[in-house]
């Protein structure tokens, strides 16, 4: 587990008040919970009375009641806050299951890891709504180290962007952006021709922002001129067995003059501007390859 670090879990929508959510947090098991009031807490999704997982319990006004033994955990600080065998006048034992530090912001739930200070950027600070969204979950079968790797060696494996051709032809080298790794890989709109003519008519740039460490990639496709077309956060977490946990939102800007009229009337029509595959190709995987990954991984061992 990565120390001090903060990930996106989970939709804010997800998780209603007086409800739970099993997760996975960079491998951690974690229980989400809202209180009646609307706050968010997550704790270790294990009773420290019987080991037993706590997500399936009910949301008391002391906390998350665990469905076993019925020992009720304080959401922020992850104290036992009640025992119903106990009489009133029992003193309750220091049982404790380990909370984590919760934010939302945008959309996104966010959970802090770790034993390292807390930054003050969450990674959902990079995304902000400018149209409709279009959000979803999933667990892919592809390690999280893996995933990251692919966004930049091959988006178009993860991704697609209906309409369009990511080609292979990169656009300038791997930049670094503080925390993240940015490249710019040419595309087109489909029908219109691959090859020569895109190296000299340059249409589209699929703009990869992918993490030395954590989970925010943030993936835009922009016209010749940089206008963003599209925009979403598909954000990354090691979830169990060498899976990858996945959580995205996204949206398509306003404009795009110069796309084609299916692109446009598939966007009157309400249809979603991109797909997150959770079934993930492995051959085209393995076909792959390891390019601009490979800085990231150098630049990733500098970081450490």
Partial sequence: MTSGQWWIVALSEQLAPGKTL???CDGAQVALFRSAAGEAFALEDRCPHRRVLLSPGQVRPGGLQCPYHGWTFDGASGLCTDIPNLRRDEKIPPAAARAYPVAELNGFIHVHTGTGDMPGTLPGAAYRAAG????GTAVAAIAF???LDVMLDGPECLLDFPGVTITDFFIGDP????????LD????????GPGPAFVRDHPLLVRTRVPLAGGDVVVELLDAAERPLVTLLVAASANRRGTTGLVWRGFAHAGAQTAPPGWRLRRLAGAAPFTVRACIDGRAIAALEAAPSRERRDL????A
């Fill in 175 to 182: 930049r670094r952006d503080g925390t993240h790794l940015v």
């Fill in 132 to 135: 409709r969204e279009f959000t």
């Fill in 145 to 147: 180290a893996d995933y």
């Fill in 300 to 303: 990733l061992e500098d970081v």
């Fill in 185 to 192: 890989r040419g595309a087109v709109w489909k029908g219109r």
């Fill in 22 to 24: 099993a997760v996975v």
